[in-house]
């Protein structure tokens, strides 16, 4: 993959998350700014979604800890414990954020 097929593949995913977001009725805070998406909930819980571009990777960044997730097929799996990401990121909100969020 080169960097202009990471970032397409990024900013779809970026994309989704919003979109997800502003199409249902949890009151989750998104901003995105250069490529770093903060998510920040009713409970002050903030989730960073990041582009490392070298890498070809997306991190997410939880109070709980850091995941990196690279693309496998058609899927952002995390290279550490094997969680894809948006079912990583809508148990996460549920979890920290105590908000539940469909992705």
Request: glycine fraction near 6%; charge should be negative; charged fraction near 25%.
């Amino acid at each position: 993959m080169n960097d202009s097929e990471f970032h397409a593949l990024a900013d779809a995913i970026y994309l989704h998350i919003e979109e997800s977001i502003d199409n249902s009725d949890v009151d989750i805070d998104c901003e995105t700014i250069g490529g770093v998406m903060t998510l920040t909930f009713d409970n002050n819980i903030k989730f960073v979604i990041n582009r490392q571009e070298p890498l070809h990777q997306i991190w997410l960044a939880t109070r709980e800890n850091g995941h990196h997730f690279a693309l496998q097929g058609d899927k952002w799996i995390d290279n550490r414990q094997g969680h894809e990401l948006l079912n990583w990121l809508s148990l996460q909100a549920e979890r920290q954020g105590e908000t539940p969020l469909v992705l």
